[in-house]
């Protein structure tokens, strides 16, 4: 039943603490940006991570910048970016000379759609293997969400399950509507969650869903990025002091007009994933104890964000309830997120 009872802390943390945000361009920043894109095929995951030549400009890929593309079984190819055409087509030159170029395409900030040698059909890998090259048989990635360095956040064509309150069940969704950032506020005097705008974002199409952040909320919607956890104690350290955050509102209304908050999260674990935005790059580290006569809690926070959307990853220790883990670094079993919503009977 824990998996139940995190699916409604999930909402719970949701109409609470979260309201709606998108990207802005990425600013400048004090050291080398990344950017993450990846796909799978039938043999595995692709990974594409291309990071800037120089810091302290704005992240746009552009001939110089480094690549690391890996795969399934350790596989890894590493090199430069010689060659940008438009903004989501570039090539790719192994650091070994011998081996051919790839051609490398993309979509949104998060997503491969496909690899091209630009000699024969295969991938060339830095250990000397061979792999058929997918061409543009890529799909969107079965480990849903990746990492991005910040920026809009980009889902493609993902399934939906729904939470069934009676069997305590997931199953594949077949809904269909529309996606939307909502901005709301809880209102303590009446006890409900009032929501006075919502953006759109996407679609859900017969349990799919595609959606892309990107809009900046108001200014007035930000909040200092402590008191998303309600402050920092003195263990715990944030750099800097003065920066703005605020956690994304996933919601869609399916043709009935029924809304459902929607997130991606493991059905078999105490994984779950947010979507957060800050308006500067932003380091936490350290742990929060609260502990009294009847109470004791552990808080872990490992977080490196950058400026825009991130993904952040809430896991519960399995074993001991009063440990809990905030972290950007993709966790162990973040294979196992999926992207569901629960409806109460």
């Not at 081996?99 to 759609?113: E, F, Q, R």
Request: glycine share 8%; hydrophobic share 35%.
């Amino acid at each position: 039943m824990k998996k139940t009872m995190r699916l409604i802390g999930i909402a719970a943390f949701i109409a609470v603490m979260v309201f709606a945000f998108a990207a802005c361009p990425s600013e400048p920043s004090d050291k080398a940006q990344t950017m993450t894109f990846r796909g799978s095929d039938s043999g595995g995951d692709y990974t594409l991570v291309i990071t800037q030549d120089a810091a302290n400009r704005a992240f746009i890929v552009k001939a110089n910048d480094t690549y690391k593309l890996t795969y399934a079984g350790g596989r890894t190819s590493e090199g430069k970016v010689t060659e940008v055409s438009g903004a989501d087509t570039f090539t790719l030159k192994p650091n070994d000379e011998s081996k051919p170029a790839i051609t490398a395409k993309v979509s949104g900030t998060n997503t491969l759609t496909a690899l091209t040698p630009d000699e024969g059909t295969v991938i060339v890998w830095d250990n000397g293997s061979q792999t058929t090259a997918p061409g543009a048989a890529i799909e969107p990635p079965t480990t849903q969400p990746s990492t991005p360095s910040g920026g809009a956040i980009t889902v493609t064509n993902q399934q939906l399950y729904e939470y069934d309150w009676e069997t305590d069940e997931f199953t594949a969704s077949s809904k269909t509507g529309k996606a939307y950032n909502e901005y709301g506020f809880w209102d303590e005097e009446i006890g409900e969650y009032i929501i006075f705008d919502k953006i759109e974002i996407g679609t859900v199409t017969n349990g799919k869903i595609s959606f892309k952040l990107q809009e900046a909320p108001p200014v007035s919607q930000l909040h200092d990025l402590a008191e998303l956890w309600g402050e920092f104690g003195p263990n715990v350290t944030q750099t800097p002091n003065n920066a703005k955050a605020e956690f994304a509102t996933l919601v869609f209304y399916d043709s009935d007009d029924n809304r459902h908050v929607f997130g991606c999260f493991s059905f078999s674990s105490s994984l779950d994933s947010h979507i957060l935005y800050v308006d500067r790059n932003a380091n936490i580290t350290g742990v929060e104890i609260i502990e009294d006569e009847y109470y004791y809690e552990e808080t872990w926070f490992n977080m490196n964000l950058k400026t825009g959307w991130n993904i952040c990853y809430f896991i519960q220790d399995d074993d001991n309830e009063e440990i809990y883990k905030f972290t950007t670094t993709l966790p162990d079993g973040a294979g196992q997120l999926n992207w569901g919503y629960g409806v109460r009977p």
